[in-house]
Each structure stands twice: as C-alpha cells, then as structure tokens.
Nanobody, 124 residues
Framework: QVQLVESGGGLVQPGGSLRLSCAAS????????IGWLRQAPGKEREGVSC????????YYADSVKGRFTMSRDSSTNTMYLQMNNLKPEDTAVYYC?????????????????WGQGTQVTVSS
C-alpha cells in the first residue's frame, strides 16, 4: 500500500527558504515517477516539480525554476523539495505524489497517490 507523508511546511518571510520532505512507503522513490504539486485557495492544482522514472529527468514549473530543487534519497525512501527565495505567490498547500503506472511526468496532475499536504505560507 502506497503511503506519502509530507512535512516541513510553515510560515516564512519573502526571500526565505523551506525544505519539504515526503516520507514514502509501499514503493521505491527511485523506481516510480514522483512529483510535487501545490494548490492555493481558489486556484487550480499546479504541478511544481517531477522526476521521471524512465530517464530520471527533473522537471520544474516555470514559476519555480531557479528557486526550487527537487531530490530523492533512496536510502531513506524520501523525496524533498528545497524552496529558496520564496515569494507570497508560493503560498499554497504542497502535496507529494506518485503513480506506479506512470513512466514520465506528463500525467503529474493525474497521479493516483497523494499525501495529505503541508501548508506553506509566505508572508511578512
């Protein structure tokens, strides 16, 4: 059974940093396509970053390129999202996700397994 548990969210000032963690069980983070998504109040869910399992390529939304870094640690079966130079528009609930049948990141918004989410608030 796939389980994903996010942590690391919180309140941070603009320009600050946070690192989100996602503890995974029921699958291997270096075998599946894995990703991070976010949803702000009143907005559609947005794909933030994803690592494909077929080529190991990491993708980023244009809005976070150069500021966010996604990584995974196979020894602890955990995925991470390092977020630097945070902006108020990054405020959202962040979710980690995976799909055992996905070989790439094209279907990130439709991945079938999600964590419970962690709130990130960027405000002065």
């Amino acid at each position: 059974q796939v389980q994903l548990v996010e942590s690391g969210g919180g309140l941070v000032q603009p320009g600050g940093s946070l690192r989100l963690s996602c503890a995974a069980s029921g699958f291997k983070v270096d075998y599946n396509a894995i990703g991070w998504l976010r949803q702000a109040p009143g907005k559609e869910r947005e794909g933030v970053s994803c690592i494909s399992n077929n080529r190991g390529i990491t993708y980023y939304a244009d809005s976070v390129k150069g500021r966010f870094t996604m990584s995974r640690d196979s020894s602890t079966n955990t995925m991470y999202l390092q977020m630097n130079n945070l902006k108020p528009e990054d405020t959202a609930v962040y979710y980690c996700s995976t799909d055992q049948y996905a070989s790439d990141c094209q279907g990130l918004l439709d991945f079938d397994s999600w964590g419970q989410g962690t709130q990130v608030t960027v405000s002065s």
